[in-house]
């Protein structure tokens, strides 16, 4: 008796297919608490913030522009800008959103309102919703930055700062905060309009702007957030980075280099640890997180 399937399929191909699918729906589900991007691979993709700005290029990692867009909550956009030297990107404002800049790399003038103001790498600065602002590289070689975007809600009232609100991460001190262990350094940029421990307290969605620094061999100790969206980018050096748990509710860790960047999901397992060794660079890693609506901040 043949144990085949109409004519001319065996079984065991089609079992070992049933199996392969099975084991990729497993991946699937266990990958869905978050996104992962490698900045390099990213194509350019169209924006307000280069329209008709031959000397400007953005590339969409997570939100606006990007094809899983509609998995972010609060978060409207994530993604790099780069602005050539002698090029400028368009001058842009949003009515219903607040976004923060941080400048990886280059120098570069901000045009905010009627201002201007020199950026320079590690910069960081808040952008409020209906200020016009845009970039120009009047430098030699390119500036790089971190565009993020959050959601006003309709009817929440805005305050104007009084000035640009700007700073270097380089004039934030490092801290230790002890639920994250001890190899892990924090500098902690930007928070909330009411924080009292960040170095700019100018956000009304967005609720920690940070970066991490760990010592060789450091680890962020893996947690999760219940009810705030996460992102992660890898600035500098490699490790693993855990994004999520299996069936078996191990940490899923993933190896990854420099420009590496991840969105998780509220609840999603998150942490890292370097691979760097004594005497080399430290690991950086710029994260940003915001509630969702009706959700409790975290620490």
């Not at 522009?65 to 978060?75: E, H, T």
């Not at 700019?200 to 705030?228: K, Q, R």
Request: aromatic share 8%; net charge neutral.
């Amino acid at each position: 008796m043949s144990t085949s399937i109409g004519t001319t399929t065996p079984l065991r191909w089609w079992l070992r297919l049933l199996l392969l699918l099975a084991a990729a729906a497993c991946l699937a589900a266990a990958d869905s608490g978050f996104l992962r991007r490698q900045v390099s691979d990213v194509q350019p993709r169209p924006d307000d913030l280069t329209a008709n700005t031959p000397g400007a290029s953005y590339k969409p990692l997570f939100g606006a522009g990007d094809l899983d867009a509609g998995q972010l909550k609060a978060v409207v956009r994530y993604g790099e800008l780069t602005v050539a030297p002698g090029g400028a990107s368009a001058v842009v404002s949003y009515p219903a959103e607040e976004q923060m800049y941080f400048v990886t790399e280059g120098s570069a003038t901000l045009l905010y309102a009627d201002e201007k103001a020199p950026l320079k790498k590690f910069d960081f600065l808040y952008l409020p919703p209906g200020v016009k602002h845009g970039i120009a590289n009047t430098s030699n070689a390119p500036v790089k930055v971190i565009v993020m975007g959050y959601q006003i809600a309709a009817g929440r009232t805005v305050e104007l700062p009084s000035k640009i609100m700007l700073a270097n991460a380089d004039d934030v001190p490092l801290q230790v905060l002890g639920q994250h262990g001890p190899t892990t350094q924090f500098k902690l940029l930007m928070g909330l309009t009411s924080s009292k421990r960040d170095k700019l307290a100018a956000a009304y969605v967005m609720n920690s702007l940070f970066l991490m620094d760990f010592a060789p061999g450091g680890t962020n100790i893996p947690h999760n957030h219940p009810a705030e969206e996460e992102m992660y980018l890898l600035v500098r050096g490699s490790g693993d980075m855990v994004a999520g748990r299996d069936a078996a509710g191990k940490d899923v860790r993933h190896p990854v280099t420099q420009g590496a960047a991840f969105f998780f999901k509220p609840g999603t397992q998150v942490g890292y640890y370097s691979n760097a060794k004594e005497g080399e660079a430290h690991d950086l890693i710029l994260a940003v997180r915001s509630n969702l609506p009706g959700g409790r901040r975290n620490p």
